[in-house]
């Protein structure tokens, strides 16, 4: 298959200095409001690095669940791969990839697990079936068939098919303190306006402009 030839222009919009909030998390908030407003799937879907005890990085999507001051946050099983490399190592990237808006935000920073009450909160704000799939996966384990997944999902949804679920000891959160937050603008040419913010040791943020 050829692909070399796909390519297009970004043609849809430019971004100038004075166009940016100071503080980078309002920046985030504009543009994750345009982005909920414009056709696409998940627009709260990000991508998030890892890093292995060997080095190896890896990389999954997952769904943004809350941001403020204090960083952005999602949820797992805290057995999972993710999940026990960030026990090795906090280090964590996160990409936006707003495509529909030629737009992506890169997020670099340290991860923290959060509090069990702030688990709690959002675990019992999930569809029950959803709170039994959190029980019934063991999850980035290897396992023989889906079948015996579905089967095991089926046996605990009959178990709880009346009463509360308690929130799994091995599910929780995860928040991404950020150091630095990137947002790209496509433009034409290859020309795009890229824009880091940095935050230094006093916690303030600074801003420059990278070449594309």
């Avoid at 707003?98 to 670099?108: D, F, G, H, Y």
Wanted: proline share 5%.
């Amino acid at each position: 298959m050829d692909i070399d030839s796909i390519r297009r222009e970004y043609m849809r919009d430019g971004l100038k200095r004075s166009q940016l909030q100071a503080d980078p998390m309002e920046q985030f908030d504009q543009w994750l409001s345009m982005a909920t407003k414009t056709p696409m799937s998940d627009p709260t879907a990000m991508s998030v690095a890892t890093v292995g005890e060997n080095g190896m990085p890896s990389l999954r999507t997952v769904l943004l669940k809350s941001y403020d001051q204090k960083g952005f946050v999602f949820y797992t099983n805290l057995d999972s791969r993710k999940a026990r490399e960030l026990k090795q190592s906090n280090k964590i990237a996160l990409l936006f990839p707003w495509t529909n808006l030629e737009r992506q935000v890169i997020v670099t920073g340290e991860a923290e697990f959060v509090s069990t009450a702030e688990s709690l909160k959002y675990f019992l704000s999930r569809p029950k079936d959803s709170q039994i799939a959190a029980l019934a996966s063991h999850q980035s384990r290897p396992i023989n068939s889906r079948a015996m997944l579905e089967e095991k999902f089926l046996q605990l949804k009959n178990q709880f098919k009346s009463g509360d679920i308690s929130l799994p000891s091995f599910w929780g959160g995860v928040r991404i303190k950020p150091v630095q937050i990137e947002f790209w603008q496509g433009r034409e040419n290859r020309l795009h306006d890229r824009f880091m913010y940095t935050k230094d040791e006093n916690g303030e943020w600074s801003v420059e402009r990278l070449a594309p």
